[in-house]
DNA sequence: TTGACTTATATGTCTAGACATATAATCGTG
DNA sequence: CACGATTATATGTCTAGACATATAAGTCAA
């Protein structure tokens, strides 16, 4: 019998934590295609004993393997890798304040409307209210280097945020705003390509029916509806990245 | 004392196991904003009590958020509701034919063209080829219940999948080719908003300076270049929906 | 006041077991 | 051979500890 000190890893020199090391292992082999989809891995008493240790530190890799979608467990029948399924990828949108200075340029802001009103029919529409109430629309703009970036025209349900009736949108955009006063949203995002009308191209100072990439995003908390906002972009310029992993 | 037997959960009635309890308990609170960005969660000692369970039991629940990005653990601080940072959306881009038949619309497919040639320097530039090698080119165009639902054009390294050039490509299309030849790789997906020239126009039965969606795919495998592929849809019809959670 | 040292503490990892449970495989029976 | 009952087994969850480690907080000297 040893005690737990003789087995508890001695976090040598930047050495990985064991279950780590196990986790890559196996990351490595299905990654590379050593271990193919369908590909039975070896049971978790097998793996015990290539790396002397016990169950309970095979389990940790694996469980975490199996929650990335690597790896499929079946009771009885053992540890799979998995056939992926379907190309999800991860496309970060992030705040644009944000996503501008990331990229080393000088954000810029302007509001071009900013009302509160009761929300009309197609306000209501557009938010999935059920019931009269108030909203505020705001129209603006972004720009990188005085350039313009992207023009938002935006709602907001005052039901679910009554704090946003206090904010300035003058000084701060609503989406900043919205990110740092409601936290922990869910959203849905649809992108399509349109041609520039009168108006956007206006705002973009792009020409009349240049394309443009449109974002539409619903943002809901705890089935409320938060915000509707609609993004336009410059299409030629501006690009949309998504890194995905997996299939 | 008690023997494991005592606290082990007898799994009554479709009631889940204890850390999934736990796990679910916590990401209500912080979903509902009961618990908002910054607050710190009971200690896992405290939590022991509160559910009468082992460390182990609660650590694992928390291991879980952790990885989730909803909670932030710090060494002899605690552990803390994390401020969401990054709007990160999914996007799941399905293999076309998928996502047409899951639409519960005909899928037809028709290749354009398709050529096999020592890699020019326009191809090993887009593909990211360091040595000369032969290349697959292929055109093609995906269709809805007959009508055009976007045209691709792709471009295979056979240096690292060598098995294309035995694929028959007017029979089936590509990218499920490769779903089913090529596992597990990653790729990164570029999107943006084009007007159509003549020739896509053409293909997809929209007119010349219609606004389109481009993605720009491209696959590698362990370093290794796989395809690079641009699909054009009409901008107008269709929509890329991507959903996303905390934030 | 500030910087260096010490201590307390919460998380990080690990063990050697235990019982629970789903299910693949086997066995028996008609 | 078909089908239902039994069994074996791999994973799923949990325990009651242990030592490791980063670091917030407190202590003390310059």
Redesign the pocket.
């Known amino acids: 019998?040893?005690?737990?000190?003789?087995?508890?890893?001695?976090?040598?020199a930047g050495k990985?934590?064991?279950?780590?090391?196990?986790r890559l292992d196996i990351e490595t082999r299905i990654l590379t295609g050593e271990w193919p989809p369908g590909h039975?891995?070896?049971?978790?008493?097998?793996?015990?004993a290539r790396?002397?240790?016990?169950?309970?530190?095979?389990?940790?890799?694996?469980?975490e393997l199996?929650q990335a979608d690597l790896i499929e467990?079946?009771?009885?029948?053992?540890?799979f890798v998995r056939r992926p399924q379907h190309l999800s990828a991860v496309l970060k949108i992030a705040d644009i304040r944000a996503e501008i200075t990331a990229l080393g340029r000088s954000y810029g802001y302007q509001l071009i409307d900013c009302r509160r009103r009761t929300a009309t029919s197609a306000d209501r529409a557009r938010l999935g209210m059920s019931t009269a109430g108030k909203v505020i629309a705001i129209a603006c703009r972004h720009s990188a280097d005085d350039v313009p970036f992207a023009v938002e025209d935006r709602l907001i349900d005052l039901s679910t945020v009554p704090e946003a009736a206090t904010a300035d949108f003058a000084r701060e955009p609503p989406g900043s705003w919205l990110l740092h006063h409601v936290p922990w949203t869910e959203a849905e995002h649809t992108i399509s390509a349109v041609l520039a009308d009168d108006h956007t191209a206006k705002a973009l100072d792009i020409a009349v029916g240049a394309p443009c990439l449109v974002i539409d995003r619903y943002t809901w908390r705890s089935a409320r509806t938060v915000t509707a906002v609609r993004l336009h972009y410059p299409g030629e310029t501006h690009r949309l990245v998504a890194r995905f992993k997996g299939g």
Do not use: W
């Not at 019998?1 to 040598?12: N, Q, T, W």
């Open positions: 019998m040893s005690l737990a000190s003789d087995r508890a890893r001695p976090a040598a990985p934590t064991l279950y780590k090391r196990i039975r891995i070896p049971f978790e008493h097998q793996l015990m790396y002397r240790c016990s169950r309970m530190t095979v389990n940790k890799a694996l469980s199996a467990r079946r009771r009885r029948a053992g540890t």
